[in-house]
């Protein structure tokens, strides 16, 4: 099992920057792939970001790219997403996910999901 819990969430101004990070327990996550999702009220849960158990193999959604960057430190079990020019429309509850398969864009991809932390962009 492993349990997955973000931090890093807050209210913040159009166009400034928060960094989430997602800290691991139970197992090492060095051989997972990570991902990034956010869900804003009232949509589906959407993908965001997401990198392989190297770190060498990233993916992105559009909307934010240039913008965010996912990260991911194996040696603290914790993977990050800097988020900069954060727009209102980013708002939503940001969820970490961990899979075992390859870096992917599917919620059914990934096996373990954290609680979520929220992002509030202010206009």
């Known amino acids: 099992q492993v349990q997955l819990v973000e931090s890093g969430g807050g209210l913040v101004q159009t166009g400034g920057s928060l960094r989430l990070s997602c800290a691991a327990s139970?197992?090492?996550?060095?051989?997972?792939?990570m991902g990034w999702f956010r869900q804003a009220p009232g949509k589906e849960r959407e993908f965001v970001a997401a990198?392989?158990?190297?770190?060498?193999?990233?993916y992105d959604e559009d909307s934010v790219k240039g913008r965010f960057t996912i990260s991911r430190d194996n040696a603290k079990n914790t993977v990050y997403l800097q988020m900069n020019s954060l727009k209102p429309e980013d708002t939503a509850v940001y969820y970490c996910?961990?899979?075992?398969?390859?870096?992917?864009?599917?919620?059914?991809?990934?096996?373990?999901w954290g609680q979520g932390t929220q992002v509030t962009v202010s206009s």
């Open positions: 996910a961990a899979g075992v398969r390859g870096p992917a864009k599917g919620v059914t991809e990934y096996s373990y």
């Open positions: 139970g197992r090492t996550i060095s051989r997972f792939a």
């Open positions: 990198i392989s158990w190297s770190g060498s193999i990233r």
